[in-house]
């Protein structure tokens, strides 16, 4: 709950992992379990150096609180008066700002109260300054604590005196254990701080003296003297920078004024005790030292015992009474753990996130195995022992039994029975594993679910479901290496290529490994893996030297839209060089598209020249044998097809044969025409399609495009015949007229039609001048009714046409109005009618339309109906007043004033929309003149 409220989780993660109470409980090898964004929280509460350092100060803290050790309480006063924040803490309150404020992360200490943009970089600095005081302060109290629970005093293993002689007060001091930096212990200076610590009083004069020599402010002085310029040179001036900072009162000037000058006290001590008896004492204990640490536990057991080590090392690690936070902590080093800490004997306390009772636990464990260690180094194994120890070393209690007696009749571990073994133990805590096994079985007689089956099954999402499925196929089948924490067996397994030698070897020359070659292998190691993961294991092992062709099981992309039934693991090379794919789409479209009567008998290597040879990719010769194995292998499992004596193989289509399908092979082998009732004898005599009489050829021949009738002699022909004409006379006339772009006269019409017909040319005239689909010409030329051309071909006109042409244009000029229909001459009525009709006709040829054009455009003016009669010859009077006086009537002008009347309603009539069409045409007219 405290990390949610200093800000370093969110509310999901927080919800996610309460259930382990605190953090260190957390097992890590469950991180893959929960949702990805608690994942990367989750990750950087223990990659985060910082994070962590504050996580630790944090819990130390609430601690103090609790105790009322009064500790951190100290610490806060004593930053708030070096950095003078008193303003700031009085704001808050101390014991507010240590639990809500000196621990939380940036986000959330920017968010806080009291905190703004103005004073957040302040705050950042107090708050840094805080937490680094109170570091130094925790350590300094655990090496009091320490040195006090020993007799003597030790800097990085050189063991001090008693001290000089002569102090009191505060130079009366101990050495702490972190008086030496890294640094300067790689420099072995631990024996200058036991030198300096066994002068006396009187000793110590010169030093004390070189010290007040140097150019320090005042400030300076007073904060060594504070803790004792003896305790100083003892326990400050070898120690890390950061130790400075805990000193009270020391701000940045002192620190620099002290840096400037550290490294000449420190050469005055090193040349002042080049001839004392306690620095050469410890040159001599540090080479001894030296001497025992050369070799390494690699070196001292040799490497057959030290892998037995360190496979007794991965056992205990997994089946030791360890806590889930000793074991994470041992974990989580990032160093050689044997090495550091069985052999070197380095200190627990390196170890980080852990607490006083985790580290004796991790204690008790180090010295368990070192007595291990020591039994193995002083034992004589025979090669037998030490073969089969190396053996269970590499993969422990998963050799059992019939392992143990294969290897000693075979000289070979079974490694896939091996396998069975690893994968039945991590099925039971292995999630990744787990939904694996309800994807793909992995033991025979398993029943595969799909991811919707799965996630109701496990009450995930189906996404989830994918997400953890194609972790746990990455980790069986690509090269991922698993964390620490996690079981490694398997991993181990599959990189051991020594051991899947005897596999290795048999299917190197091998260019497809069949499946049932891997089902042998099972069998013969007495292993119930399905083939699907044998296979997938042979990918693993042999590492990108074969790629799955056909059904792949482990892609989760294409896993459902695969249309193989099969997966074969073929050479790479060969997948690269022909297209397995494109080559079954091709097989498929045969079998679509031929009937069985279509065959193909050719051995794989002929099939591959010829009938596949579209889906070569990169075409070789000398692989053509390699890749007819492969498509021999596929066309027998995938297909059923089994090749002859000659390995030859059958290839039939699948199409059903339709009576269409037979006409069309009929007519392509005979390529003329032929009449229904030769194709209806063919249908009922040769085949078993049962018509009642050949007028039925006619509806099938119009239900496929592939066919057509041809003429009027119930002939049936192919439609993509070119040398023969398809349709009766009349449609072997437009044909040829839609050649050309002028018309055609009728001789040369005649002769076209009469070279794929028996007619007379009466019969084509006849056709041509009673068809709407041909239009007729000047000088006997035919063009088509819906075709555009050239203006010097003058369209045939009929003499009634002409005539009523001529009559409307007279009756206009003379009524100077169109007919009217309420007029009582009929043959007004009649010429109307004809005007009317002819007017929006389609059927005119181009020039009717533009006599019909013509009239309208000379007599537009004129009025078209009786009502309008006397509003147009209001307008012809206006316009001859205009055209004459050049200007608009006047209606001040009594002679004038009715036309400028006349004029303002029409303006009225036509804003309101009250004028008919013909009048609205004639005032823009008047406008535009005026």
Request: net charge negative.
């Amino acid at each position: 709950m405290r990390l949610l409220t200093v800000g370093y989780i969110s509310s999901e993660t927080y919800h996610a992992v309460k259930e382990y109470g605190t953090i260190g409980n957390f097992p890590i090898e469950n991180l893959d379990t929960f949702p990805e964004e608690c994942q990367y929280e989750i990750k950087k509460l223990f990659l985060d150096e910082e994070i962590a350092l504050t996580i630790a100060l944090l819990e130390e803290a609430d601690r103090d609180l609790e105790e009322n050790k009064g500790v951190v309480m100290q610490v806060l006063n004593d930053v708030v008066a070096l950095m003078n924040a008193n303003a700031f803490i009085v704001q808050l309150g101390k014991k507010r700002f240590i639990t809500d404020y000196a621990f939380c992360s940036r986000e959330m200490l920017r968010e806080s109260y009291a905190v703004s943009i103005h004073n957040y970089t302040d705050v950042v600095r107090f708050v840094n300054r805080f937490r680094l005081a109170y570091q130094a302060r925790l350590v300094s109290q655990d090496d009091v604590a320490f040195v006090d629970s020993c007799s003597a005093n030790e800097v990085d293993g050189y063991q001090g005196t008693e001290g000089g002689t002569g102090f009191v007060g505060k130079d009366r001091i101990v050495i702490e254990s972190n008086a030496l930096s890294e640094q300067n212990k790689e420099l072995s200076y631990g024996k200058y701080i036991q030198f300096l610590y066994s002068l006396n009083k009187e000793q110590f004069v010169p030093y004390e003296a070189f010290m007040m020599s140097q150019e320090f402010s005042p400030r300076t002085i007073n904060c060594i003297r504070n803790i004792g310029i003896r305790n100083f040179y003892v326990n400050y001036l070898f120690a890390s920078q950061v130790k400075l900072l805990t000193i009270r009162n020391f701000g940045k000037k002192s620190y620099f004024e002290l840096e400037n000058v550290k490294q000449s006290l420190i050469d005055y001590v090193i040349r002042s005790c080049q001839d004392s008896q306690i620095v050469k004492a410890c040159e001599i204990e540090e080479k001894n030292v030296q001497k025992v640490k050369k070799h390494t536990l690699k070196e001292i057991a040799g490497e057959d015992k030290y892998q037995l080590i360190v496979a007794k090392y991965d056992e205990l690690l997994q089946t030791s009474s360890l806590s889930v936070r000793a074991r994470n902590g041992i974990c989580s080093y990032e160093g050689d753990f044997i090495e550091d800490f069985m052999n070197s004997h380095k200190d627990i306390k390196h170890l980080s996130k852990i607490g006083r009772k985790t580290a004796g636990e991790i204690q008790d464990f180090v010295d368990g195995f070192q007595s291990y260690i020591d039994e193995i180094i002083e034992h004589d194994f025979s090669e037998e022992e030490k073969s089969l120890l190396l053996m269970k070393s590499k993969y422990g209690n998963f050799v059992d039994e019939y392992a143990c007696d294969f290897y000693s009749e075979r000289g070979s571990l079974p490694m896939f029975h091996i396998v069975e073994n690893i994968l039945k133990e991590e099925l039971k805590y292995n999630n990744k594993i787990q939904f694996l096994n309800y994807l793909m079985p992995m033991l025979k007689g398993g029943i595969p679910l799909t991811l919707e089956q799965i996630a109701e099954k496990c009450n995930l999402t189906r996404e989830r479901v994918r997400q953890i499925c194609t972790k746990g196929i990455g980790y069986m089948y690509r090269e991922i290496k698993p964390k620490k924490c996690d079981n490694l067996y398997y991993y181990k397994v599959v990189s051991q290529t020594e051991d899947w030698a005897y596999l290795t070897d048999k299917f190197k020359n091998e260019v497809v490994i069949k499946s049932s070659s891997v089902e042998e292998m099972l069998k013969q190691e007495n292993c119930n893996l399905t083939v699907s993961i044998g296979l997938l294991i042979m990918l693993r092992i042999f590492d990108g030297q074969y790629c799955v062709v056909g059904n792949r099981p482990y892609d989760m992309n294409t896993r459902s839209k695969s249309s193989w039934n099969n997966s074969f693991v073929v050479k790479k090379e060969l997948v690269e060089a022909f297209d397995f794919d494109d080559m079954r789409c091709t097989l498929e479209r045969y079998f679509e598209e031929h009937d069985a009567e279509e065959q193909i008998c050719q051995t794989a290597e002929e099939l591959l020249l010829d009938f596949f040879m579209s889906s070569w990719n990169m075409f070789e010769s000398s692989e053509v044998e390699a890749v007819g194995t492969v498509v021999s292998e596929i066309l027998m499992r995938e297909y059923g097809l089994i090749p002859d004596e000659e390995l030859h193989f059958l290839i039939q289509g699948h199409k059903t044969l339709t009576a269409a399908d037979v006409l069309f092979r009929v007519l392509t082998e005979k390529y003329e025409p032929m009449t229904v009732d030769e194709l209806y004898d063919i249908l009922q005599t040769k085949y078993s399609f049962k018509y009642k009489s050949p007028a039925s050829i006619r509806g099938i021949v119009n239900s496929d495009a592939r066919l057509c009738m041809v003429g009027v002699d119930n002939l049936v022909a192919l439609t993509e015949w070119e040398h023969i004409k398809l349709g009766s006379v009349r449609e072997i006339i437009v044909q040829f007229l839609e050649k050309f772009d002028e018309p055609k006269p009728v001789h040369d019409i005649v002769g076209y039609v009469l070279r794929y017909r028996d007619t007379t040319e009466n019969s084509i005239r006849s056709t041509m001048y009673s068809g709407s689909q041909f239009r007729q010409f000047d000088n006997g030329y035919f063009g088509l009714a819906d075709k555009s051309y050239p203006d010097e071909h003058l369209y045939a006109q009929s003499l009634e046409f002409k005539e009523r042409v001529k009559e409307m244009e007279c009756f206009l000029i003379q009524k100077k109005h169109f007919p009217f229909a309420s007029s009582e001459d009929n043959s007004e009525i009649n010429l109307r009618q004809w005007w009317l009709r002819n007017k929006s006709s389609d059927s005119l040829n181009d020039v009717q339309q533009n006599e019909i054009k013509r009239i309208q455009d000379s007599y537009w003016y004129l009025p078209t109906d009786k009502r309008e009669v006397r509003w147009f010859s209001s307008f012809n009077q206006y316009r001859e007043f205009v055209q004459e006086h050049d200007r608009r009537p006047s209606c001040y002008i009594e002679r004038e004033k009715s036309l400028s009347e006349w004029f303002a309603k029409a303006q009225n009539q036509f804003v309101d929309g009250e004028l008919s069409e013909n009048e609205e045409k004639v005032y823009l007219y008047l406008c535009k003149i005026l």
